[in-house]
């Protein structure tokens, strides 16, 4: 896949879906500055020769040390894989404002001026590829889940409207929609939950949760040049789950 | 990409004798696959045989007609294990509404629906514990007026993706599809109905798509590397479907 030798900047890419992500866009020799509030982490791609930048999604200020990094760097900015997101459940009757706020903040205003920035370097650049994490639960219906999955509603409708505005301007803009992927937490999750189980995995067409990888190297097929003709898409990554339960005793 | 080096790297691509089934054959000769380029001309599969030899890799023609099903069931007993099957071959043409026979819906239903399923059915079986089908459906599968025989077999190709997938999902078999938008091949060049300048026009970026483009999304769903991807159809239209605003 080419997205060697070009300039990719990761959010959210301390752990899971972001690590996997900045870690396969190093391998094929892209050049990748990781982004993260998690110090520690970032220490560790930062010594497999990734440019690391402590940041948060919700300051506003965060672009402006990105563009100063990338000034510095002295390549025009490629990729943006916006995947930084925090996730959580509750249903609407048990989410408070301030809940919805926070996941507004970091989920859709975040993505929103990170993806702002990333247009305006592309501008200059003459074109460009971006590809948000959106989620399964921003297409279909799933128990316990009302801010987190609004949230990420918006995200899709975004990814449609900013790849309609800037497709003339070279820029592709194109989402991925990960289903349950097992992360450290959600690890933990999975195995203390039996609910969870029975639902994401011994109901899943596949019998199985994905692994960051997975929705890795759909971000890197989005992200490349092989991908030069798809824009405004969201593909989802998720085993089939969210085409429909697939209860193991009913095979009908 | 990488290079597969299981054993069963054998891939099937019908209508792989030119154009969007050319270039399908070559990318998956190039991701490591012995390709069994299977087409109706067989003088044709043989060119992109030697395309894909002349390139290093590994290919194979089969003269097939594809609604055949014994032929169809002959092949891939021949062919032997198989890790990939790309169901590219079908028939197009333009028919307004009003002048559309039964006949007219039931051949463009025979050769992209009916054939897909027998190859599908014979393929799954041939690959054991896991393997990648994908289908070419086409962005018609939205709406297309001039061609509804077309435009709903093409659907019925997304519908049939879906349903096989869950099915074939316990396998370790994964069924996807690729719509493709308006790609410029000999073909569509040749034409007379088609203005190409028009289409272009009514892409976000100005440009139509090559077989390049739709041959990179099959080799992408069909490699290992996609294995938690099924049950989809990946648009490749360049943004054409997001709709009308285009300010245009």
């Known amino acids: ?252 | 990409m990488a290079q597969h080096t299981t054993e069963a790297n054998v891939a099937i691509v019908t209508g792989g004798g030119a154009g969007i089934g050319r270039a399908i054959s070559l990318h998956l000769a190039e991701a490591g696959h012995r390709v069994i380029v299977a087409d109706l001309n067989g003088a044709m599969a043989e060119e992109t045989v030697a395309l894909i030899t002349a390139a290093g890799g590994q290919g194979q023609a089969e003269t097939l007609d594809i609604t055949d099903e014994k032929a169809v069931a002959a092949m891939i007993e021949r062919v032997g294990p198989l890790r990939c099957l790309v169901n590219n071959a079908g028939i197009f043409n333009v028919k307004p509404f009003d002048a559309l026979e039964a006949e007219d819906f039931r051949r463009m239903y025979e050769v992209n629906v009916v054939a897909m399923f027998s190859l599908c059915q014979c393929a799954a079986a041939a690959m054991g514990q896991g393997g990648a089908i994908v289908n070419i459906a086409s962005r018609a599968m939205l709406g297309s007026a001039q061609y509804i025989h077309y435009a709903t077999s093409k659907a019925a190709v997304g519908g049939f993706t879906r349903s096989l997938a869950l099915e074939l999902a316990p396998k370790g078999i994964t069924v996807n599809a690729v719509a493709p938008g308006v790609i410029e091949t000999d073909m569509l060049r040749a034409r007379s109905d088609t203005n190409l300048d028009a289409l272009r026009a009514l892409q976000p970026g100005g440009t139509l798509g090559t077989p390049d483009d739709i041959a990179a999304a099959v080799a992408f769903l069909a490699a290992p590397q996609a294995g938690f991807i099924t049950g989809q159809t990946l648009l490749v239209d360049g943004g054409r479907s997001l709709g009308g605003a285009l300010g245009i």
Request: net charge negative; no cysteine.
């Open chain 1, 1 to 252: 896949m080419t997205v060697e030798n070009k300039l990719a900047l990761i959010t959210g890419a301390a752990g899971g879906i972001g690590r996997a992500t900045a870690e396969l866009f190093a391998a094929r020799g892209a050049q990748v500055i990781a982004v993260d509030r998690d110090a520690a982490p970032l220490q560790e791609l930062a010594q497999s020769g990734i440019t690391t930048i402590i940041g948060d999604m919700t300051d506003p200020a965060l672009p402006e040390t990105l563009a100063e990094e990338i000034t510095r760097i002295g390549k025009p900015l490629a990729i943006l894989v916006n995947n930084a997101g925090i996730g959580g459940g509750g249903r609407l009757d048990q989410t408070s404002d301030e809940e919805l706020r926070r996941y507004m903040e970091v989920n859709v205003v975040g993505l929103f001026r990170l993806a702002r920035f990333a247009v305006g370097q592309m501008q200059a650049a003459g074109g460009g590829s971006i590809v948000n994490v959106a989620s399964i639960y921003a297409e279909v219906g799933a128990q316990n889940s009302s801010g987190y999955s609004a949230s990420k509603g918006a995200v899709a409708a975004l990814t449609r409207q900013m790849a309609t505005d800037y497709g003339p301007e070279g820029i592709r803009v194109n989402a991925v929609a990960p289903g349950l992927i097992e992360t450290p937490l959600t690890a933990e999750r999975i195995r203390t939950e039996a609910w969870r189980h029975e639902i994401f995995v011994e109901q899943s067409p596949m019998r199985r949760v994905g692994q960051p990888q997975d929705v890795a190297q759909a971000i890197a097929f989005l992200a490349s040049d092989e991908a030069a003709f798809i824009s405004g898409e969201s593909l989802r990554v998720d085993g089939g789950w969210a085409m429909g339960r697939y209860p193991r005793e009913a095979q009908i």
